[in-house]
T-cell receptor, first 115, second 114 residues
Framework: QQQVKQSPQSLIVQKGGISIINCAYENTAFDYFPWYQQFPGKGPALLIA?????SEKKEGRFTISFNKSAKQFSLHIMDSQPGDSATYFC??????????????FGRGTSLIVHP | DSGVTQTPKHLITATGQRVTLRCSPR?????VYWYQQSLDQGLQFLIH???????AKGNILERFSAQQFPDLHSELNLSSLELGDSALYFC?????????????FGPGTRLTVL
């Protein structure tokens, strides 16, 4: 069964701190790993994504670290801000057939950043 | 704004009823994916359409069906509704093909079954 395990379920950090969310997967056929950010009442929005040929990708305050051998990847939010308070989902997508790329999502992490 | 639109935003109905949720993908996107999000099950993939054809099915109940029309908008039909069908329903679109993997989500439809 394809699974993506995400932890922690909830996270509270102080403004300016580092938020770290971890995900682990089992299926080695996964080859695209996006992170989504979801605010209450909104749909998930793509935040940053990585492919397994690189070990790290950074966009502004957001960094994905990828460990292919361990089948783990993580999201680091540097200098966390109250506006980052949201639910974060990791996902893993296999190369599909016929153009179908069905992601498997983690269960989500509720991040609260205190001012 | 992702460019994906969904209507209605909220829907309240009774058990046993049938509803239709509508999704319009981003301009140029050929793929539409439907998801159900609930507190206990997280984000669950339901079904994928590409350029009018069904491409993949996930955890979609037989009471649920979907289609994608020639103008690429999609509808998700939910029938014989049960209390447990109350959830957020999202559609997402992508270009599909070799550029697949990046999905852009709509704002969702919140379904409440009473």
């Amino acid at each position: 069964q394809q699974q993506v395990k995400q932890s922690p379920q909830s996270l509270i950090v102080q403004k300016g701190g580092i938020s770290i969310i971890n995900c682990a997967y089992e299926n080695t056929a996964f080859d695209y790993f996006p992170w989504y950010q979801q605010f209450p009442g909104k749909g998930p929005a793509l935040l940053i994504a990585i492919r397994p040929d690189v070990s790290e990708k950074k966009e502004g305050r957001f960094t994905i670290s990828f460990n292919k051998s361990a089948k783990q990847f993580s999201l680091h939010i540097m200098d966390s801000q109250p506006g980052d308070s949201a639910t974060y989902f990791c996902a893993a997508t296999p190369e599909g057939t016929g153009g179908s790329y069905i992601p498997t999502f983690g269960r989500g992490t509720s991040l609260i950043v205190h001012p | 704004d992702s460019g994906v639109t969904q209507t209605p935003k909220h829907l309240i109905t009774a058990t046993g009823q049938r509803v239709t949720l509508r999704c319009s993908p981003r301009s140029g996107d050929l793929s539409v994916y439907w998801y159900q999000q609930s507190l206990d099950q997280g984000l669950q993939f339901l079904i994928h359409y590409y350029n009018g054809e069904e491409r993949a099915k996930g955890n979609i109940l037989e009471r649920f069906s979907a289609q994608q029309f020639p103008d690429l908008h999609s509808e998700l039909n939910l029938s014989s509704l049960e209390l447990g069908d109350s959830a957020l329903y999202f559609c997402a679109s992508s270009t599909g093909g070799a550029g697949g993997g990046t999905q852009y989500f709509g704002p969702g439809t919140r379904l409440t079954v009473l």
